[in-house]
């Protein structure tokens, strides 16, 4: 609706009025801002009103909404140009702390330009209407069926499979597993259990460590991947993507924030790099149980009376505990425990066959690649084939191995990726025995079609290198090998960078994560919101700095006075900021916080990821709910400019 000319304010005026009500509500939230009404004017979009659709603004909407609502957002419509961003502004500022600024009544009908009509070029799927790409397909004049059944939303969830490097599955010649953490999933935290008690055993028993370590009671909850042990200091750390160290423990003590600064910011003339052989990387889950253990016995060290402890370093202790864990994946008290008992410790995944076999039936090869041995990687794999456990006459059918075209155990990762003289030997299935073969030199000598008739001898083998596996799949380019794993260093990242072979990443705990980060979408909106508010204040702050060096007396005090009321706002800010963001980061786990954050930035581990991993999902069956002709695409990257310019509250000045 039009309004009367005798009732219309000029737009400087109805800004400032909007703008009041923006920090009335900012108030409401404990959270007043005296300087916020004196600025927010200069950053009011000046656009043409041709150019603003209001339905694009709030095209994410969510569902609920009051009618109240949605006078408000068809209020905003009629607004003079310089005005319908306050609107927008005030509306969203009003919202309940409980639903996202993006929640609007998905009832509303869409706005569109100033008469405030309902959009024309709505879809309509099952009776409802589904607007989410009608205003870029009238845009770009196109006309799609297919769309009329797209779901109202975009459903996502732990089961989709994510990019981060665009990948298309029919350009793959093979693909590659891991089995521990990948085909094979565990049972938590009784699998970890048998590492810890089986080493905590031999610390004792064999090492000579005092007898109250067998008391030592494992927490698998304590730790997340991602983070860095410093074994010289007894200390873990979770450090961001330019290797600042955010959070820091030592043992299970939390260091404050100047030791920690002291201790790994403030190196004369030096940078940390994190990659000395002192520090080492959680990056499987498997060492969970090392940093478990680790903290245990340092906190023994520090605050009990142990002369054996005493006298040992923290890099000496650490050291030893990883020979006790690794030699209980060697001497069978994790294997045999398994055998004994595989549904305890083992998770059944019924899309794990047909996934295998659905790459072999559109001519994908398939490998398994592994550090396991033989043994155990025929007892999971047989549980796992048969969804049961099975006596030793099936088990040593190994009728699991249809599934494969090439399988490799004790792989000895990364050194496989790396090293191009580790010898490969045949493993004989029966019986898990194994025999020498000259490898490239043999598939060599039988000539035409060599990889073939050598798979032919026998598909199973232990040890070798890349050059052995790409040369028995008859693959010379990497990229057509897409390898699928758990570690991100010796899965992911050896892989990607030396051999340019596509990779992605497998981490159960994506679902946890996505699941928490639904939750607390709400506060993390909040947070933004709040970070741009403080960079605006201290952009207006800078404008107002200037302008003082050409001001007169009089008008520096009233300049120096603003600049005094800003500064007294962006703390209040600040300090809402410190406690939104330790509550946010805490809902995701009380130390270590959200997996793929560390501060406002990506962790190290989030970075990793981000680079080396082109896809990423929460288990390796996900694979198989796309087709084998899917192409997998990015979501697109941008930079902090253009992040700033697609804000719909900014507005860009060309500067000539």
């Known amino acids: 609706m039009k309004l009367p000319p005798t009732m219309m304010m000029p737009p400087a005026t109805l800004s400032s009025i909007l703008m009041a009500l923006l920090a009335a509500a900012f108030a409401c939230r404990s959270l007043s801002l005296t300087v916020l009404p004196s600025f927010a004017h200069r950053t009011v979009a000046t656009a043409p009103f041709s150019s603003i659709n209001t339905n694009t603004a709030f095209q994410s909407a969510r569902s609920t909404r009051t009618t109240s609502w949605k006078r408000n957002l068809a209020w905003s419509s009629s607004l003079p140009a310089r005005s319908v961003y306050s609107a927008q502004s005030q509306l969203f500022a009003t919202i309940p702390d409980e639903m996202s600024a993006w929640e609007v009544d998905a009832d509303a009908p869409a706005i569109n330009g100033i008469n405030g009509k309902a959009s024309s070029s709505a879809v309509i799927v099952n009776g409802g209407t589904n607007d989410r790409y009608a205003p870029i397909l009238s845009k770009m004049n196109l006309t799609l069926e297919s ?12 089961n989709d499979v994510f990019c981060n490097r665009e990948l298309r599955l029919d350009n793959l010649r093979a693909i590659g597993f891991d089995m521990d953490y990948t085909l094979a999933q565990y049972q938590q935290p009784q699998f970890d259990k048998l590492a810890f008690d089986g080493a905590k055993a031999k610390l004792v028993h064999s090492l000579g460590y005092p007898k109250e370590v067998l008391d030592l009671e494992y927490d698998h909850t304590y730790w997340v991947r991602g983070l860095i042990i410093d074994t010289q200091r007894g200390n873990f750390l979770k450090i961001d993507r330019h290797k600042y160290v955010r959070v820091a423990y ?83 008290v994790i294997k045999d425990e398994v055998a004994r008992d595989p549904t305890k410790y083992l998770v059944l995944d019924n899309g794990l066959v047909p996934m295998l076999r659905d790459f072999r039936n559109a001519g994908v090869k398939v490998f398994l690649l592994t550090n396991s041995y033989w043994e155990y990687t025929s007892t999971a794999m047989n549980y796992l084939f048969h969804e049961r456990r099975v006596d030793e006459a099936t088990q040593k059918k190994n009728e699991w191995l249809e599934l494969f075209d090439l399988v490799v155990v004790g792989s000895c990762k990364p050194a496989y990726l790396t090293d191009p003289n580790l010898n490969l030997f045949r493993v004989m299935p029966e019986d898990g025995s194994l025999k020498n073969t000259d490898g490239l030199f043999e598939i060599e000598a039988l000539g035409e079609n060599g990889p073939a008739k050598f798979l032919e001898i026998g598909k199973t083998f232990q040890g070798g290198n890349w050059n052995h596996l790409q040369a028995m799949l008859d693959i010379e380019a990497g990229e057509e090998i897409l390898y699928v794993g758990d570690h991100l260093y010796a899965d992911v990242l050896r892989s990607k960078r030396a051999l340019g072979w596509r990779s992605c990443f497998i981490m159960p705990e994506l679902v946890e994560e996505m699941r928490i980060f639904h939750k607390q979408m709400g506060l993390w909106n909040s947070i933004m919101e709040l970070r741009k508010l403080r960079e605006e204040l201290n952009s207006y702050a800078d404008a107002l700095r200037r302008e003082m060096k050409s001001a007169s007396f009089s008008d520096s005090r009233h300049l120096e006075k603003k600049l005094s009321q800003i500064e007294e706002d962006d703390g209040k800010v600040k300090i809402k900021l410190t406690d939104a963001h330790s509550e946010y980061h805490s809902a995701f786990h009380p130390r270590w916080g959200q997996m793929f954050v560390a501060g406002y930035q990506d962790s190290r581990f989030g970075y990793f990821v981000k680079n080396y991993a082109c896809l990423y999902t929460s288990k390796a069956t996900n694979l198989g709910l796309a087709s084998t002709s899917r192409a997998f695409r990015t979501s697109g990257e941008l930079l902090p400019h253009d992040n700033l310019m697609t804000d719909i509250s900014t507005e860009f000045i060309d500067i000539m």
Do not use: W
């Open 250 to 332: 030592h043992g299970f003590q939390q260091i404050s924030s100047k030791m920690r600064k002291q201790l790994y910011s403030r190196t004369f003339n030096k940078v940390p790099s994190f990659t000395e052989k002192s520090y080492v990387n959680m990056d499987t889950l498997f060492q969970h149980v090392d940093a478990h253990l680790f903290a245990s016995l340092i906190e023994m060290k520090d605050f009990g009376e142990h002369e054996f402890l005493d006298v040992r370093t923290y890099e000496e202790i650490y050291r030893q505990i990883r020979e006790c864990v690794d030699l209980c994946h060697r001497d069978g």
């Open 147 to 158: 769309i009329h059944d797209l779901p109202h939303r975009h459903p996502i969830s732990s």
